[in-house]
């Protein structure tokens, strides 16, 4: 990788904000396509290089009622960037705030940002007044593009006089009548590889948001790895996948790798499992990626459904359980691409496809990634041995204003908060995350292996296990489930559960306290919010 010295950004906000050099992890770039020349912006390569190809008449976003030509999408991204840019006053650097769910004018605002040499803050939709207050402060944000839909929250966190332009409205001032009236071409902004051109926020599971930010390489970079030598796409794909834009996971899956190959992509706003099973049988998808909640919601229709064109399923997020592996490969023949990726890596880095799928394990070190498990002093344990996961690649952990930079990166690894065992064949066997290893009676039991039994019961429908503080044994394990509708356990339900579980794994990680709950406490992004199940 190249030296890059000189920086396109005007507004020079995200450059002063990095975490000084001494805290970055080691980046490493050891595959020949991640060699990326100096000056790169990473919306030319995903989108107008296809255009300049000949490609220009192939699909690439796709809905209900629409589908959108490579061609047209570049269109409506420069005349994006010229609104961006002529009406709003964008200087390259700017931070600008995206909001809605997935549709094809949130793919064209994102890319509107990148050409112009903008910072893209993608957000959930769902989020509210007080989030969004946080994201807008925290990221200096100048300007706002919205869903028509969702701007009440948006107008309530910022000050008067913000900048907001709403798309999808029937307006003269909506987006897509103002982006009618410019050019549909744009001179993109000769951004340099290193320029910031993206911030993922991420509370994780601790509520707590934060700004981790990437560089227009870390964009391609993703593709280039994962996607590249794991998922392996081709330009005859049709992805389709659950989360948000917003969400790094979606990113990738959603625009970032199907446009990579000059694949398309099917959007849905409200992708709810059997909305995604129903466009998978009536537009062929063939790349799916959603999280392992929605795998097993999907379990009892598989047999019937038709999956013809599917030939990928990725999951991510959370842990996925063997139970659920194994149920929709019996119920479809498919072997789930199961990986491990982090908002501070940006996208999978541990992962396996295919006949190098094993199932229970995450995988194996992506290509273009190196991973160890360690000791608590940063030194590599022996295979079979619980240790801390750390990583090293070509992306990495950089916090906005270097908050909380140490706790995640140590000695150039990228330390991600879990607990892993490496096998003798370099398969990654996920334990827990760091603090939802349970220590109970002096035994450590790792709250996921507990779930990945009670999910073994048909009456579980989910499952989240998290220590509490007992007196006599210094922690125990709690069980807190959602039963199946219908489902019936007889007249002691939380001992039933707990026999259940005893048959399964070891008698002493049987969980000492069951709770029966409708449903789980989750983010916007589908993962589980542990720490308020420790609370509650």
Request: glycine letters at 8%; a negative charge; hydrophobic letters at 40%.
């Amino acid at each position: 990788m190249k030296q890059v010295t000189r920086s396109a950004h005007v507004d020079t906000f995200t450059r002063e904000n990095l975490p000084p050099r001494a805290q970055w992890p080691e980046f490493l770039f050891t595959l020949p396509e991640l060699d990326y020349p100096s000056t790169l912006n990473c919306a030319e390569e995903l989108l107008d290089h296809h255009v300049e190809a000949g490609s220009g008449d192939r699909r690439c976003v796709v809905t209900e009622t629409e589908t959108w030509t490579y061609s047209e999408l570049l269109a409506r991204s420069n005349q994006v960037a010229h609104v961006l840019v002529q009406d709003m006053g964008l200087v390259p650097g700017n931070r600008v705030l995206l909001r809605g769910p997935n549709n094809p004018w949130l793919v064209a605002s994102w890319f509107g940002i990148i050409k112009a040499g903008g910072v893209a803050v993608a957000t959930m939709p769902l989020l509210r007044k007080r989030e969004l207050e946080a994201m807008v402060e925290i990221a200096d944000v100048g300007m706002a593009i919205c869903d028509h839909r969702f701007t009440e929250d948006l107008e309530a966190a910022v000050p008067n006089g913000f900048p907001i332009v709403t798309y999808g409205g029937d307006g003269q001032d909506d987006l897509t009548a103002v982006a009618a009236r410019r050019s549909s071409t744009f001179t993109n902004v000769a951004t340099a590889a290193d320029d910031v051109c993206m911030l993922a926020f991420t509370s994780g599971t601790t509520g707590k948001p934060k700004a981790t930010m990437h560089f227009h390489r870390d964009v391609l970079a993703i593709a280039d790895t994962f996607s590249r030598r794991v998922l392996q796409p081709t330009a005859g794909d049709l992805f389709a996948a659950s989360p948000p834009l917003a969400f790094t996971f979606g990113l990738g899956q959603s625009l970032v790798f199907p446009m990579r190959v000059g694949a398309a992509v099917y959007l849905l706003e409200q992708p709810s499992p059997a909305r995604l099973l129903e466009a998978v049988e009536r537009h062929g998808v063939t790349v799916l990626a959603t999280a392992p909640t929605a795998y097993r919601a999907l379990v009892p229709d598989l047999a019937s459904a038709r999956l013809s064109t599917l030939r990928a399923c990725v999951s991510a997020g959370e842990t996925l359980p063997e139970a659920t592996w194994t149920a929709v490969h019996d119920g479809c023949g498919i072997r789930i691409i199961d990986g491990i990726g982090s908002t501070e890596m940006l996208h999978i880095f541990i992962s396996a496809a295919g006949s190098e799928v094993r199932p229970g394990t995450t995988g194996r070190a992506v290509p273009g990634y190196v991973a160890e498990v360690q000791d608590p002093q940063g030194r590599p344990v022996p295979d079979g041995e619980l240790g801390r996961l750390a990583v090293k690649g070509p992306t990495g952990c950089r916090y906005l204003r270097g908050d909380r930079q140490a706790t995640y990166v140590t000695d150039g690894w990228n330390i991600t908060g879990d607990v892993y065992v490496r096998d003798a064949d370099g398969y990654f066997h996920y334990q827990a995350r760091a603090d939802d290893m349970i220590i109970s009676a002096g035994y450590n039991i790792a709250g996921p292996e507990v779930e990945e039994a009670l999910l073994r019961h048909p009456a579980v429908a989910e499952a989240a296990v998290v220590g509490v503080p007992d007196e006599e044994r210094g922690m125990i394990v709690k069980a807190v489930v959602v039963l199946r509708p219908g489902a019936e356990l007889g007249p002691e339900p939380e001992h039933s559960l707990q026999d259940f579980v005893k048959s399964q794994i070891a008698p002493y990680k049987y969980p000492r306290a069951v709770e029966f709950v409708s449903e789980l406490p989750r983010t916007a992004t589908g993962k589980l919010q542990r720490f308020r199940l420790r609370e509650g």
